[in-house]
């Protein structure tokens, strides 16, 4: 835990700063720390930072990793693209926060992350899923959700990387959809998913972990091929 400088330099590149009392908001936040010139990575959790994620004007082009998880950190979880103007930004943590889906949605998903992470908040909009892997899943490996109050449907057709996702724990009760064969990590227990179990796992030859309890699903379990 602590700040991280580069051997050359001298310029801060890293921050772990978890489970430290900052007692601040998010605006302070980007103001001070993400604009850090060579800042590359930024680990805040559990450190009491609250407010609504805004815009604001400058992001290290370095920043690839950013985890808030586990603040007080509120608003629209649209207002996620603000942070879109880390345009290096692979990694994103905010779960455990404050989160909902009010509030207009007025463009798609901006980012090209390879992790997502908005397990624990408080976000219902049928909308919130689709906006991300409609618009952000192309490079997506790792997309975690579980813990919220998620409804409607959604496509996993344009997420050919993913290789973890766990939804589950949400107010799900459309169709199961169907699942890629990349996928290593599948939880979508809790949930009131419905239809066939079988033909939605077809594919899924990749699967180490596995978890679809407590949903209404109708047909046989597969027999899941041997990668």
Not at 74 to 91: A, P
Not at 110 to 126: A, H, P, R, T
Not at 131 to 157: R, T
Request: with cysteine.
């Amino acid at each position: 835990t602590g700040v991280f400088c580069d051997d050359s330099n001298s310029r801060v590149i890293k921050l772990d700063l978890n489970s430290i009392s900052l007692s601040t908001d998010f605006g302070s936040v980007s103001t001070h720390l993400l604009s850090l010139e060579f800042l590359s990575s930024v680990s805040l959790s559990d450190t009491n930072i609250s407010g609504l994620i805004q815009g604001f004007s400058y992001c290290s082009k370095f920043v690839s990793e950013i985890d808030l998880s586990r603040n007080l950190i509120s608003g629209s979880v649209f207002d996620v693209n603000y942070l879109s103007s880390c345009s290096s930004l692979k990694s994103l943590n905010l779960s455990f926060n404050l989160l909902d889906s009010s509030g207009v949605l007025k463009s798609g998903f901006g980012f090209s992350l390879k992790s997502l992470d908005l397990s624990g908040n408080q976000i219902v909009d049928e909308r919130a899923l689709p906006w991300i892997v409609s618009n952000g899943c192309g490079s997506l490996s790792y997309l975690a959700m579980k813990g919220n109050k998620l409804v409607g449907s959604f496509n996993l057709d344009n997420c050919s990387s993913l290789e973890y996702l766990d939804i589950s724990s949400n107010n799900f009760s459309n169709n199961v959809p169907n699942f890629n064969a990349n996928l290593s990590h599948l939880d979508i227990s809790s949930n009131k998913f419905t239809g066939n179990i079988e033909e939605s796992l077809a594919n899924c030859g990749s699967l180490a972990f596995l978890n679809v309890s407590n949903n209404v699903f109708t047909g046989g379990f597969p027999t899941l091929p041997k990668s």
